[in-house]
């Protein structure tokens, strides 16, 4: 009976492994054989194109490509910034909503979750207009106290794009941390309290140590879409061509060599690349924080 009980069990998980094979194992591997061939001209380039087996040679020419490894550097500075500034205000707007009543804090909290529950596309559109010096509301608001800004500049543009992400994603993150403390047992803060502990103490001595998890898991998930971030650069590049080029991100290298150049060869090395270095950079990550954490 308890054999038949697991297998049956089991089966609940099959929609689940079917999806994970077909839809990333049977792609990812698709993606590696694609990156183990090039396409050559045969001839004078008049008898078509042909493919031929080519080894390592497109990971080799992705290691070196200046383009791919200073858009790869690139998102990690600004990541280095962005990440530390939006988990920092999430764990204080998550901190401030641990310190109200339960019904004021799902207000604020739902409130909080609205920018989240916008779509990507649909929040970048919208700052970019509030960015547009033509139509946008902040540059003339800038101009009032004597700030001549122009948020699609090449100083201000990954500012504006780190705006955009942080705004987007302090919802997210808010709300993983503010789960965290609410599993804080309540008797340690009246213990705290008794022993006269201001509020600002108790959140850095014992709120703060306790969400650490939680911080570890938002700064992991953000590591993982800092790298892959598209959307918002491919817009703004729609806005200020000059400013941002088709190499201003890994994933926009890739596109563009899949879509634009039909290198789709290229394009699979350098995908199977960026997924290698997220691997990396997520396990350095965890490894590094996981031990202050826990």
């Known amino acids: 009976m308890i054999h038949s009980l697991r297998w049956k069990?089991?089966?609940f998980t099959v929609p689940f492994q079917l999806g994970f094979v077909f839809l990333y194992l049977v792609p990812i591997g698709y993606a590696v054989y694609q990156s183990l061939f090039r396409t050559q001209q045969s001839g004078l380039g008049f008898a078509g194109a042909s493919e031929r087996f080519s080894g390592l040679d497109n990971y080799q020419q992705g290691l070196t490509d200046s383009a791919f490894v200073s858009s790869i550097l690139r998102v990690v500075l600004f990541a280095c910034v962005q990440i530390p500034?939006?988990?920092?205000?999430?764990?204080?707007?998550?901190l401030f909503?641990?310190?109200?009543?339960?019904?004021?804090?799902?207000?604020f909290r739902i409130l909080l979750l609205v920018p989240y529950m916008i779509p990507?596309?649909?929040?970048?559109?919208?700052?970019?207009?509030?960015?547009?010096?033509?139509?946008?509301?902040?540059?003339?608001?800038?101009?009032?106290?004597?700030?001549?800004?122009?948020?699609?500049?090449p100083s201000m543009v990954w500012p504006s794009i780190g705006n955009l992400l942080t705004w987007h994603g302090i919802g997210y993150n808010m709300v993983i941390i503010y789960s965290a403390l609410q599993a804080v047992p309540r008797e340690l803060f009246e213990a705290a309290r008794l022993d006269g502990a201001s509020e600002v103490r108790i959140a850095r001595s014992i709120k703060v140590p306790h969400v650490r998890g939680a911080l570890v898991l938002t700064g992991l998930l953000s590591v993982i879409q800092m790298l892959q971030i598209f959307n918002e650069p491919a817009l703004f590049r729609n806005v200020t061509p000059q400013t941002v080029d088709d190499s201003?991100?890994?994933?926009?290298?890739?596109?563009?060599?899949a879509f634009n150049a039909g290198n789709y060869h290229y394009a699979a090395a350098l995908s199977v690349l960026l997924a290698l270095i997220l691997g990396?950079?997520?396990?350095?990550?965890?490894?590094?924080?996981?031990?202050e954490a826990y």
């Open 248 to 257: 201003f991100t890994p994933i926009m290298i890739i596109y563009n060599q």
């Open 120 to 153: 990507g596309v649909v929040a970048a559109l919208v700052w970019i207009n509030l960015y547009s010096p033509d139509v946008g509301p902040l540059t003339p608001l800038g101009k009032l106290f004597g700030a001549d800004w122009n948020f699609f500049s």
């Open 280 to 291: 990396v950079a997520s396990f350095l990550f965890y490894r590094l924080t996981s031990r």
């Open 97 to 107: 909503l641990d310190a109200l009543s339960s019904r004021a804090a799902s207000r």
């Open 9 to 11: 069990g089991a089966a």
């Open 85 to 94: 500034v939006m988990l920092f205000v999430s764990l204080v707007l998550a």
